[in-house]
């Protein structure tokens, strides 16, 4: 079990820093618009990343090494564009947190939106193909015990991160509040763009 634990706090504690994937699905905890699907996507892709790392992420740096490039530089691109546009949100939104009669969010952009910034995200990889990959090769024939810690502890997260939201509708029921949001949005979506770009 000290295995397992190690596991699932580890991964609680990476994926617990603020990022665009983590943003995203905070807005639409706070919206109340297809939370449940949000959840699924984001905890069963990091399963899914985790699941490789923990088998073979060694096979995957030795075999390819042209993926890292591709991956660094093609997030940074997406990240500078989606931050853009929660700058732009900052800027000229009005919205106001109105559950009642606003229009939902069609939940096929929904899913298109949060698994391009799960997938192009490179972040993603580094912390779980590469860095939960690396430690759970030190336990050996146990490493599974710790992957399903991790892919727990990722579970774990984004229902607490999703459902949780809720209970900080009354702050976002102004516009001002939604106007700071995105432009914290904005400013990490670009903040992580920038050191991929220059810090690799």
């Given at each position: 079990m000290s295995i397992f634990f190690s596991g699932f706090l580890l991964s609680f504690s990476l994926i617990m820093a603020i990022g665009a994937q983590n943003a995203f699905v905070l807005r639409q905890g706070l919206r109340r618009e297809h939370v449940a699907l949000c959840v699924f996507i984001c905890a069963t892709s990091d399963a899914l990343l985790i699941a490789i790392g923990v088998t073979s992420f060694g096979v995957l740096n030795a075999q390819m090494p042209w993926l890292g490039p591709i991956m660094r530089y093609g997030g940074a691109l997406f990240l500078l564009a989606y931050g853009?546009?929660?700058?732009?949100?900052?800027l000229t939104s009005t919205e106001a947190l109105n559950v009642e009669g606003r229009a939902r969010s069609d939940w096929r952009k929904v899913a298109a939106t949060l698994l391009a910034l799960t997938w192009l995200n490179p972040h993603v990889y580094?912390?779980?193909v590469i860095?939960?990959?690396?430690?759970?090769?030190q336990y050996g024939e146990q490493r599974t015990v710790f992957g399903a810690g991790a892919i727990?502890?990722?579970?774990v997260f984004f229902i607490l991160l999703g459902f949780g939201a809720r209970l900080l509708a009354p702050l976002f029921a102004r516009?001002?509040?939604w106007r700071v949001l995105d432009g914290l949005v904005g400013a990490t979506m670009w903040a992580i763009a920038i050191s991929l770009i220059f810090n690799g």
């Open positions: 853009a546009m929660a700058f732009r949100s900052a580094l912390d779980t860095l939960l990959g690396s430690i759970a090769a727990v502890g990722s579970f516009p001002k509040a």
